[in-house]
């Protein structure tokens, strides 16, 4: 798990690199009609928010740390290591890495945060 401090610094890099995006993609030519100032513009927003969603999601699976309890049973969740997982969210699509869980009791699988 990351501190307050680092993953600010992450995110804050993400951010820049999307301005850099724009900056290259947007010229100020006059001959940006306002559709494509505005596709830009949604394409930015996507893209932070897909990395936003992907890196707390990431981070609060860290932690949750060894105490995963089942939902199913109760039972103490074990950890599998990590596993790429595709997350559908109202932010939208975004691949993550993150711990996956088995309860030896029940057999439920997870990713936590569920």
């Known amino acids: 798990m990351s501190t307050e401090e680092e993953l600010k610094a992450r ?3 993400q951010a820049e690199e ?3 995006r724009v900056m290259r993609e947007w010229k100020a030519s006059g001959k ?4 494509d100032i505005e596709a830009l513009a949604i394409e930015t927003g996507r893209g932070f928010r897909e990395r ?15 105490a995963v309890m089942c939902d199913r049973c109760g039972h103490r969740m074990e950890s ?6 595709e ?14 869980c088995v309860c030896p009791a ?3 699988r997870s990713f936590p945060p569920g």
Request: with cysteine; aromatic share 2%; proline share 0%.
């Open 18 to 20: 999307l301005v850099e």
């Open 11 to 13: 995110l804050t890099r």
């Open 87 to 100: 997350i559908v969210s109202r932010a939208g699509k975004v691949k993550v890495e993150r711990r996956y």
């Open 32 to 35: 940006n009609s306002l559709e």
């Open 106 to 108: 029940c057999g439920k």
């Open 52 to 66: 936003v969603l992907r890196e707390l999601s990431v981070e609060e699976s860290e932690a949750t740390g060894d």
């Open 80 to 85: 599998e290591g990590k596993r790429k997982r």
